[in-house]
């Protein structure tokens, strides 16, 4: 695969396609190029120049997304102001951290070991889990939009399905070195979600039990990214900037930096603090809110540091889809709120996800009325 050192207009005489189905079919990911000792990227990886000249440096503002403390969360007293920093956060940021959530240190530790020693297995151990069918079971892969979108990026990917039953993995199925810890981390992070889920419906007048019992939090699967360190950091990206698409989304991060959030016009540098979790609301949950809350812009940098940038993330979505779908929950439409967005149903979800690369909001936009 052909590497370069400069960002130069791609010359017709290129095959982008070719170099794709190369990397791909090496199933070597990310980490196996640089495991390889290269010192420039391919082209496949240089992104547009649009997106190049945003990559500006780290942010040196102490501004990043609000912490909650949530440790008295089941206290009468302390609840109704942990709602109101909930719904502030979700509204304003669409993302926070949450502190003293309840998963034990411990857990936190074993998830994050146990998804970068996966990814540091031989290549012919991951090798038997590559593939591009994404909606269930297990499988490792890197860029799961590689023939949609404009630009590769900077990292592998394992993704295993936790829930609803018909698509979850089989725990036989999930590669022995982080089975255990996959399981407990999809009960602890599905615990934190709904408890959050809780906090936004009160947040807008609704019973605290909505979101759950609308499913929200039903259907779940675990993606462990991993970002090697790239040799040419300004020419390319971690994750390309986006939305999650989904309901709400729990990280888990090591301490090495890249994830940034858009602030209005500025990207701003998310500091992870040591056993907290990042929590972000996703497209279908600004869509049900109408527009309460926010689904917000977000991408991680190509990391610089020799140290690989480990993410666990939980991403939720509904698990039972009414027939005639979802749009603003009528509880939050008056005359003087009317409905922002139309129904949606699951064809149009899917269709939505699968006919491009990842975007920003482009489901949102569409539904718009």
Known sequence: MAATSSPDVVTSTYDRMKDIKEFDQSKNGVKGLVDSGISSIPKIFIQPPETLSTLNPPSQTNTTIPVIDIENITSQAHRPKLVQQIQE???????????????????????????????????????????????????YS???????????????????????EERGAKVEDIPEILRKVSLAWDCCAKKVAE??????????????????????????????????????????????????????????????????????????????????????????TQIISNGEYNSVQHRVRANSCKEPRISVVEFLNFSKWEESGYGPLPE??????????????????????????????????????
């Open 195 to 284: 408890d959050v889920m809780e906090l936004l419906c009160e947040g807008i007048g609704l019973e605290s039990s909505k979101f759950k019992d609308m499913t929200l939090s039903g259907e779940r699967v675990i993606v462990g990214a991993y970002y090697p360190y790239c040799p040419q950091p300004d020419l390319t990206l971690g994750l390309t900037p986006h939305t999650d698409p989904a309901t709400l989304t729990v990280l888990l991060s090591n301490q090495v930096p890249g994830l940034q959030v858009k602030h209005g016009e500025e990207w701003v540098d998310v500091k992870p603090l040591p056993g907290a979790l990042i929590i972000n609301i996703a497209d279908l």
């Open 332 to 369: 939050l439409l008056s005359a003087e709120k009317p409905a922002r967005y139309r129904q949606f149903t699951l064809a149009d979800f899917l269709n939505n996800f699968y006919s491009k690369g990842l975007d920003s909001k482009s489901l949102v936009d569409k539904l718009k009325l």
């Open 89 to 139: 956060a979700a509204s304003e940021w669409g993302f926070f951290q949450v502190i003293n959530h309840g998963i034990p240190m411990s857990v936190l530790e074993e998830t994050i070991q146990a998804v970068k020693s996966f990814h540091e297995q031989p290549k012919e151990f991951k090798a038997k889990y590559y593939s591009r069918e994404e909606r269930s079971g297990v499988l």
């Open 142 to 164: 890197s860029n799961n939009d590689l023939y949609r979108a404009k630009a590769a990026t900077w990292h592998d990917y394992l993704q295993v399905w936790m829930s609803p």
